[in-house]
């Protein structure tokens, strides 16, 4: 079975600062992998999903994720942030072919300040 | 833009009251899913359909929850009778197929039991 640790529960960061969030996997079998964003009082939208390919990928609101086999992990990255980016962000991740169900990490909550 | 819908938003009840959320999904879509999302937890799946039937449920406390989605089109989540600990965020999603990260969230449904 797959499941997933993010390593800060909460990331404040200041407006145009980069920002990183971690996010490690474990499974024994290759997976497919993702990133969600929770606005306040709001449903899940996808942010970007890695599932064969390029380790590196590229979703919206210029965030960006690597894939790293070796460590497993897969951290999501903004080179600078806006206000409006201040969310909860959950990693998730799927057996292969992704018909498994998604199993979600316990989110990290980021705040951006001005 | 299409979207999931669910209603109502808000719901608080009474321990030992009944109570049920309604979820229409995304016009075409075959597979529909039912999340519960504790307070500072990622997202749990209780119940995926695909059409009418239930192709996993085996998170779903069945002594006290129960799930229909009669003609393959809208859903509707029940729990009889509410408990403390139901208090969560109920989230429905749906996608055109058992491809899990295809998934379109709704808002949700924030229950409050007191």
């Known amino acids: 079975a797959q499941s997933v640790t993010q390593l800060d529960s909460q990331v404040p960061v200041f407006e145009e600062a980069p920002v990183e969030l971690r996010c490690n996997y474990s499974s024994s079998v290759s997976v497919y992998l993702f990133w969600y964003v929770q606005y306040p009082n709001q449903g899940l939208q996808l942010l970007l999903k890695y599932l064969s390919g390029s380790t590196l990928v590229k979703g919206i609101n210029g965030f960006e994720a690597e894939f790293n086999k070796s460590q497993t992990s897969f951290h999501l990255r903004k080179p600078s942030v806006h206000i409006s980016d201040t969310a909860e962000y959950f990693c998730?991740?799927?057996?292969?072919?992704?018909?498994?169900?998604?199993?979600f990490g316990k989110g990290t909550k980021l705040t951006v300040n001005p | 833009e299409a979207e999931v819908a669910q209603s109502p938003r808000y719901k608080i009840t009474e321990k030992s009251q009944a109570v049920a959320f309604w979820c229409d999904p995304i016009?075409?879509?075959?597979?529909l899913y039912w999340y519960r999302q504790i307070l500072g937890q990622g997202p749990e799946l209780l119940v995926q359909?695909?059409?009418?039937?239930?192709?996993?449920d085996s998170q779903l406390p069945k002594d006290r929850f129960s799930a229909e989605r009669l003609k393959g089109v809208d859903s509707t989540l029940k729990i009889q009778p509410a408990e403390l600990g139901d208090s969560a965020m109920y989230l429905c999603a749906s996608s055109w197929t058992p491809v899990s990260y295809e998934q379109y969230f709704g808002p949700g449904t924030r229950l409050t039991v007191t």
């Open positions: 359909f695909q059409d009418e039937s239930v192709v996993d």
């Open positions: 998730a991740v799927s057996g292969p072919g992704g018909s498994e169900k998604l199993v």
């Open positions: 016009s075409g879509h075959a597979t």
